[in-house]
């Protein structure tokens, strides 16, 4: 496949002749990094925007000074684009770049796309506004996810009567933040019967027949175009499970954005249901203690 015809297939570029596209295409690189590769790290200067062609793409943020570990910020595929604001401002990268698949980029210095835009003032004009209303795009889906965790936030300092209360109470909330018609459902494990109980279930569209039963041992995930599995664990623990159903198919951009904020969602609701347990055994064992002190 030549530039040409990888370029027609981007968003970022539709609408372009393909005498412009030629032209552009002149003005970047191609480059190719194997899955596990730092494209660039987080705090480091860089003048590059760059375009997936095929491959991953992680966007992540160092969580500890040593950077070894990470939270998911984006991911992106096919025709996404990334390192924008190292081009339109200069600024340090505000987080890493990493490939988590062999992966396809080209790569458009900030000179070489400004000089595109000076030579080529309606087209680099029109590409210019693309970019920048992704970026408006994305500072949306970025403010829905910074209020829905304040609202799950507040959900961590109060008091509840069981784990599964508390999953209740986490789906309610984030299923406000879901853009479209979702149905969602959550079941709690029940380790002493070793499987899922259903404890949540809330419908904004009608189902076609019944809905599909929870496997004994579901895999996290997209199950389909419509359907995503999200599965709570922690300290090497099966906790909970939410099954999120779209009346409407979910684009490869949305599954990668909602994928990101299910996986804090699951973080979240996995580590306070811990904490929920472990209150409620402090509860009965000093209940215990004081019982045997009065006999």
């Not at 990268?93 to 490939?99: H, I, L």
């Not at 796309?113 to 795009?137: A, C, D, L, N, Y």
Request: some cysteine; hydrophobic content about 40%; glycine content about 8%.
């Amino acid at each position: 496949m030549s530039d040409i015809e990888r370029l027609r297939q981007i968003p970022l570029f539709r609408g372009l002749s393909d005498a412009m596209l030629g032209e552009f295409s002149g003005y970047f690189k191609q480059t190719a990094y194997a899955g596990g590769d730092v494209i660039f790290r987080e705090k480091t200067s860089g003048d590059s925007l760059y375009i997936v062609v095929s491959g991953e793409v992680v966007i992540e943020k160092a969580l500890d000074a040593e950077g070894a570990s990470f939270k998911t910020l984006a991911i992106l595929s096919g025709g996404d684009f990334f390192g924008e604001m190292a081009v339109i401002e200069g600024q340090p990268r505000f987080a890493q770049a990493r490939a988590s698949a062999e992966t396809s980029l080209y790569e458009v210095g900030r000179q070489q796309f400004f000089s595109f835009i000076k030579e080529h003032p309606e087209t680099g004009i029109s590409i210019f506004s693309s970019i920048m209303r992704t970026v408006m795009r994305r500072l949306q889906h970025t403010s829905s996810e910074l209020t829905m965790l304040f609202d799950l936030s507040r959900l961590l300092t109060q008091q509840h009567k069981s784990p599964g209360e508390f999953f209740s109470r986490v789906m309610d909330e984030a299923r406000i933040y879901l853009e479209g018609s979702w149905n969602v459902t959550g079941y709690v494990f029940n380790v002493f019967n070793d499987e899922y109980e259903q404890v949540y279930s809330r419908d904004a569209f009608p189902r076609q027949g019944e809905p599909a039963p929870l496997p004994a041992h579901p895999e996290g995930g997209w199950r389909d175009d419509n359907a995503y599995v999200m599965l709570c664990a922690a300290e090497g623990r099966r906790l909970a499970c939410a099954v999120f159903e779209r009346s409407e198919k979910v684009s490869p951009v949305e599954k990668n954005n909602l994928a990101t904020i299910f996986n804090t969602i699951s973080s979240i609701a996995g580590s306070a249901m811990i904490n929920i347990e472990h209150q409620a055994e402090a509860a009965m064992l000093e209940k215990l203690r004081k019982s045997k002190n009065t006999i």
